[in-house]
T-cell receptor, first 114, second 111 residues
Framework: DAGVIQSPRHEVTEMGQEVTLRCKPI?????LFWYRQTMMRGLELLIYFNNNVPIDDSGMPEDRFSAKMPNASFSTLKIQPSEPRDSAVYFC????????????FGQGTRLTVV | DQQVKQNSPSLSVQEGRISILNCDYT??????FLWYKKYPAEGPTFLISISSIKDKNEDGRFTVFLNKSAKHLSLHIVPSQPGDSAVYFC??????????WGAGTKLIIKP
């Protein structure tokens, strides 16, 4: 397995534009997590899915953020409209167990909103 | 309010010596703790973990110590190697199974 795959690796966009981040989890993993990493707040859990169903989205900062998982092999995190303070690295992770303890992370998407 | 704190943003250690990375937490309900290692432009990778029923877990050069009364855990790397240079994240989990992360400590191993 190629691991968790995220795209794009880098995204630069103008304030107000819609941004879509993509993730392909490891095959067979039932849990998928979206994290955001910033210098100020470290790694924050935004939302996680179990069997394609969103379980906890309490970490999603605002209504501008939305996430979907239409099938077991694909998830998106969308920001609309984007703002400069959304600039961060966004990680997707997947795990086979409910304990997202030994989660496998993608390489991340570095988002810059100018 | 940060429930998991890594108070040292960076740490510099001579190659071959011991690296000690510290982590403090405030929530007594945390029952599982992990360390992740992260290289630049890569996602975090799992390193070692410890359950709250233990006070020590060892895996090769890496040992994690847990002091529940002090709500403190530490990661010891001995001997330190240049490839250990990375950012180390401490994370804690409670019965809700969600990970709460520290801000990370950048470890620099000097040759």
């Amino acid at each position: 397995d190629a691991g968790v795959i995220q795209s794009p690796r880098h995204e630069v966009t103008e304030m107000g534009q819609e941004v879509t981040l993509r993730c392909k989890p490891i095959s067979g993993h039932d849990y998928l997590f979206w994290y955001r990493q910033t210098m100020m707040r470290g790694l924050e859990l935004l939302i996680y899915f179990n069997n394609n169903v969103p379980i906890d989205d309490s970490g999603m900062p605002e209504d501008r953020f939305s996430a979907k998982m239409p099938n077991a092999s694909f998830s998106t995190l969308k920001i609309q409209p984007s703002e400069p303070r959304d600039s961060a690295v966004y990680f997707c992770a997947s795990t086979a167990t409910v304990l997202n303890t030994e989660a496998f992370f993608g390489q991340g998407t570095r988002l810059t909103v100018v | 309010d940060q429930q998991v704190k890594q108070n040292s943003p960076s740490l510099s250690v001579q190659e071959g010596r011991i690296s000690i990375l510290n982590c403090d937490y405030t929530n007594s309900m945390f029952d599982y703790f992990l360390w992740y290692k992260k290289y630049p432009a890569e996602g975090p990778t799992f390193l070692i973990s410890i359950s709250s029923i233990k006070d020590k877990n060892e895996d090769g050069r890496f040992t994690v110590f847990l002091n529940k009364s002090a709500k403190h855990l530490s990661l010891h790397i001995v001997p330190s190697q240049p490839g250990d240079s990375a950012v180390y994240f401490c994370a804690a989990s409670d019965s809700n199974y969600q990970l709460i992360w520290g801000a990370g400590t950048k470890l620099i191993i000097k040759p």
